[in-house]
């Protein structure tokens, strides 16, 4: 919808708006600010220039989106966990010991995987899977926040960033987005449940690091029964997951003398 609307300011202009539609709603609105109201020709000539920009974001976003689910693909995970972990600064000694509790908000991500997925596609077909995807996604959107993100993996795995939760908090909200799956009733299938793992995003571990912490937690849940969420961070300190490695063991123990000390 066009709309043209005058405003009386140093002899009068007008102000055209022009709304930016894409496949997922309003993107956002041109405005064409000029001494005098567009004639056909230039509203015309508006029109296509924006029917030219939204052809190129609707491209721009089918790349990076999954074509089944709608949520952000692989390629756009890469890029944007490289994206955060440089944009979190390593805090000094001298913040450490100014920090209070409001301040100790931080970022997740957690690694989702549907429990059981091959017998779902055995039993109902890949069609019915697919729906369950579809579905799954749909539960994803409506649990997490507009500024968190969601990704397929691929198959029946996906990852979700969190930004600036609180850690005491961060578990009841997976716990939560869980019992929601746990609870949907899918059509023809019925009851589906999902495992989650979820760790910390440490500015000092690889976004390869990083995802293998959350797959290590995913992989406790499984190993532990399924439809069940665990974070790394907890599960190190309860002794009930061992890192081996020297380096792993360097970054996990300079977290506990931070903590603690």
Not at 184 to 212: E, K, M, N, T, Y
Not at 225 to 232: E, I, L, S
Request: proline share 3%.
């Amino acid at each position: 919808t066009q709309i043209v609307r005058r405003h009386d300011e140093a002899g009068g202009v007008f102000v055209h708006c022009f709304p930016i539609r894409v496949e997922r709603g309003v993107l956002g609105v041109l405005e064409v600010i000029c001494a005098a109201p567009l004639d056909d020709d230039d509203l015309g000539t508006a029109e296509g220039f924006l029917g030219l920009y939204r052809n190129y974001l609707n491209l721009l976003d089918y790349s990076e989106r999954d074509t089944l689910t709608g949520l952000r693909n692989r390629k756009t995970f890469d890029e944007n966990i490289g994206k955060i972990l440089g944009n979190i600064a390593r805090p000094s000694d001298d913040d450490k010991r100014r920090r209070r509790p409001e301040d100790s908000h931080q970022h997740w991500l957690a690694v989702v995987d549907v429990d059981h997925f091959k017998r779902v596609n055995d039993q109902f077909g890949h069609l019915y899977g697919d729906e369950v995807l579809l579905l799954l996604a749909r539960i994803m959107r409506q649990s997490f926040r507009q500024q968190d993100k969601l990704f397929r993996f691929g198959g029946e795995e996906f990852v979700v960033m969190l930004r600036n939760v609180a850690e005491d908090h961060v578990h009841n909200i997976f716990t939560r987005f869980r019992l929601a799956v746990e609870r949907h009733d899918f059509p023809q299938v019925g009851r589906v449940a999902c495992s989650v793992g979820f760790a910390r995003i440490d500015p000092r571990l690889s976004p390869a690091d990083l995802l293998g912490r959350a797959d290590e937690a995913l992989y406790f849940s499984k190993r532990n029964g399924r439809n069940q969420v665990n974070g790394f961070d907890e599960l190190i300190m309860s002794g009930k997951l061992r890192i081996t490695t020297p380096a792993s063991q360097a970054l996990i123990q300079s977290d506990v003398d931070e903590i603690f000390l």
